[in-house]
């Protein structure tokens, strides 16, 4: 159980165009979901959290008018990459956190965003 | 400051030799603590993970970590490393209720035959 999913798992994109990618967990509800950024050969770092039906709070040195979190159901979490940059591109990986149960969290594969 | 530090960024060894995988945290409290396994271009895998209990904890593919509070360490062992081990190896630490987890920068463990 726990498995989160994440789609597109790879998108390539012409800068200046938005691109959006979800985050979905498929066998539990997701009270909190967790976006983070990784660059090659990095660590991941943590870019916002979001609760459901609420605003994400974001973290310090992320823009959050260009990476807009929408967490509208238990379930599903959208990251949308908008007026997108070749400096944007990343592997971006979220997670969920179980309602009853915040200290762990489940991570999705990942998706690749390259931007042209 | 709080951090999570895993002072090797890569390791080689030998496949059938023993690993061990250092990590350190600097928190006030005692964290949750976990380590995460990634292949190249893919997401994360849970080995193992501690939270209180026994200190010495077993995970999946044969490794298991030790809590050391004296210490502050969660180092990462295998007696015996396999080919395809080698993937970037991650330590991660949660503060109780906090809900931020934190992840170390790494290390990279390269297998050779």
């Known amino acids: 159980g726990a498995v989160v999913s994440q789609h597109p798992s790879r998108v390539i994109c012409k800068s200046g165009t938005s691109v959006k990618i979800e985050c979905r967990s498929l066998?539990?509800?997701?009270?909190?979901m967790f976006w983070y950024r990784q660059f090659p050969k990095q660590s991941l770092m943590l870019m916002a959290t979001?609760?459901?039906?609420?605003?994400?709070?974001?973290e310090q040195g992320v823009e959050k008018d260009k990476f807009l979190i929408n967490h509208a159901s238990l379930t599903l979490s959208t990251l949308t990459v908008t007026s997108a940059h070749p400096e944007d591109s990343s592997f971006y990986i979220c997670s969920g956190a179980r309602q009853a149960n915040y200290n762990e969290q489940f991570f999705g594969p990942g998706t690749r965003l390259t931007v042209l | 400051a709080q951090s999570v530090t895993q002072p090797d960024i890569h390791i080689t060894v030998s496949e059938g030799a023993s690993l061990e995988l250092r990590c350190n945290y600097s928190?006030?409290?005692?964290?949750?603590l976990f380590w995460y396994v990634q292949s190249p271009g893919q997401g994360l895998q849970l080995l193992l993970k501690?939270?209180?209990?026994?200190?010495l904890v077993q995970g999946i593919k044969g490794f298991e970590a030790e809590f050391k509070r004296s210490q502050s360490s969660f180092n990462l062992r295998k007696p015996s490393v396999h080919w395809s081990d080698a993937a970037e190896y991650f330590c991660a630490v949660v503060i109780y209720n906090n809900n931020d987890m934190r992840f170390g920068a790494g290390t990279r463990l390269t297998v050779k035959p």
């Open positions: 501690y939270f209180s209990g026994d200190t």
């Open positions: 066998d539990f509800q997701a009270t909190t």
């Open positions: 979001s609760n459901e039906g609420s605003k994400a709070t974001y």
């Open positions: 928190y006030g409290a005692t964290p949750y």
